[in-house]
T-cell receptor, first 114, second 112 residues
């Protein structure tokens, strides 16, 4: 199993541009999450999904959108990028069927908005 | 709301020293508790976990005990190695929707 994969690894955007961060998991996990990590800070939840077709906001959703059309994929869309969105973005997944919410993380996407 | 507070870093130790990283939490229910580790340039990996009071999680020489009376989940290791240099995150899950709430992370640097 590849686990959780994210693309791209790095990206530089200009202010006002848009992009989609890709996330795929091959563990048949029903739950998926997007976090951002700012320097010296913990991770903040942006959006999460409990299954295909179901998404919900986390702690810091403004400026982002998500969709979950399949179990495997959970892309994160940035519209009108702003310097405040400069961060490292992590996708994660978990299987919550047994009440075990251990999350598996991807390697991250480092995004710079200038 | 629920929250996690970790000991501030960075922490610098010599090889074979004893490690403690403090973590306390506030939660209204009965959360599961986790320690995650992040090596330079990588994503987070689960280090250990405990799902109920008095449980002890352990892995790779690291241990942490879920203490409900003190709302704590301190991470310990008897003898650290250079390869343990990383950022350590304490986290809790409210077991509803599987969302994790993270502490701010503690950077550990181990010198030979």
């Amino acid at each position: 199993n590849a686990g959780v994969t994210q693309t791209p690894k790095f990206r530089i955007l200009k202010i006002g541009q848009s992009m989609t961060l890709q996330c795929t998991q091959d563990m048949n996990h029903n739950y998926m999450y997007w976090y951002r990590q700012d320097p010296g800070m913990g991770l903040k939840l942006i959006y999460y999904s409990v299954g295909a077709g179901i998404t919900d906001k986390g702690e810091v959703p403004n400026g982002y959108n998500v969709s979950r059309s399949t179990t495997e994929d959970f892309p994160l869309r940035l519209e009108l990028a702003a310097p405040s969105q400069t961060s490292v973005y992590f996708c994660a997944s978990s299987y919550a069927g047994t009440g075990n919410y251990e999350q598996y993380f991807g390697p991250g996407t480092r995004l710079t908005v200038t | 709301g629920d929250s996690v507070t970790q000991m501030e870093g960075p922490v610098t130790l010599s090889e074979e020293a004893f490690l403690t990283i403090n973590c306390t939490y506030t939660a209204t229910g009965y959360p599961s508790l986790f320690w995650y580790v992040q090596y330079p340039g990588e994503g987070l990996q689960l280090l250990l976990k405990a799902t109920k009071a008095d449980d002890k999680g352990s892995n790779k020489g690291f241990e942490a005990t879920y203490r409900k009376e003190t709302t704590s989940f301190h991470l310990e290791k008897g003898s650290v190695q250079v390869s343990d240099s990383a950022v350590y995150f304490c986290a809790l899950s409210d077991n509803q929707g599987g969302k994790l709430i993270f502490g701010q992370g503690t950077e550990l640097s181990v010198k030979p």
